[in-house]
T-cell receptor, first 113, second 110 residues
Framework: SQTIHQWPATLVQPVGSPLSLECTVE??????LYWYRQAAGRGLQLLFY??????ISSEVPQNLSASRPQDRQFILSSKKLLLSDSGFYLC????????????FGPGTRLTVL | TQLLEQSPQFLSIQEGENLTVYCNSS?????LQWYRQEPGEGPVLLVT?????EVKKLKRLTFQFGDARKDSSLHITAAQPGDTGLYLC??????????FGAGTTVTVRA
């Protein structure tokens, strides 16, 4: 069966510091991968998605970037965090364009102080 | 701009009561998913509906997809405290992405 991991689970960072959040998927090959941000108790905003290694599509211009160095690894980064980057970051995967469902990781709670 | 509008935003009911959550859009979707999310965790998929007019049942939960595939509803019969959570609907257009509603926070009091 497939499993999706995210780490760290929680992170507190000062303004201006760099960021690296990691997501890995097990049990599947060539998944589509997604990064979302969620405000407290609200819906999900799509940040980036990737349909293959090295292929990144950005949905929202912002202080963040994404990379996919391996088939089942998706990384969210920032060179200098802003206060507004605080939030709950979720990684998700699905099996490809023919599939409707996305499956989510446990999330990372980021607080920028 | 929220492509999918969910209502109500908050819902608090007593154990044993019924509830309905709505998800509406002016856009047509090829499929629609419902997720439930608990605090500090990722959303968990409940159901996918694909065909206009489709009704799916998952124990005490009934999901319906509108005939025109623009709206959906989730009905819970005899709600239990374990049904508490944030309910999210998400519609798929003809690409790789899902558009999410803002969610309905459901609280079932014992």
């Amino acid at each position: 069966s497939q499993t999706i991991h995210q780490w760290p689970a929680t992170l507190v960072q000062p303004v201006g510091s760099p960021l690296s959040l990691e997501c890995t998927v097990e049990g599947t090959s060539n998944p589509n991968l997604y990064w979302y941000r969620q405000a407290a108790g609200r819906g999900l905003q799509l940040l980036f998605y990737s349909v293959g290694i090295g292929q990144i599509s950005s949905e929202v211009p912002q202080n963040l970037s994404a990379s996919r160095p391996q088939d089942r690894q998706f990384i969210l980064s920032s060179k200098k965090l802003l206060l507004s980057d605080s939030g709950f970051y979720l990684c998700a995967w699905n099996a490809g364009a023919a599939y409707n469902e996305q499956f989510f990781g446990p999330g990372t709670r980021l607080t920028v102080l | 701009t929220q492509l999918l509008e969910q209502s109500p935003q908050f819902l608090s009911i007593q154990e044993g009561e019924n509830l309905t959550v709505y998800c509406n859009s002016s856009s047509v979707f090829s499929s629609l998913q419902w997720y439930r999310q608990e605090p500090g965790e990722g959303p968990v998929l409940l159901v996918t509906v694909v065909t206009g007019g489709e009704v799916k049942k998952l124990k005490r939960l009934t999901f319906q997809f509108g005939d025109a595939r623009k709206d959906s509803s989730l009905h819970i019969t005899a709600a239990q405290p374990g049904d508490t959570g944030l309910y999210l609907c998400a519609g798929r257009s003809n690409d790789y992405k899902l558009s999410f509603g803002a969610g309905t926070t459901v609280t079932v009091r014992a």
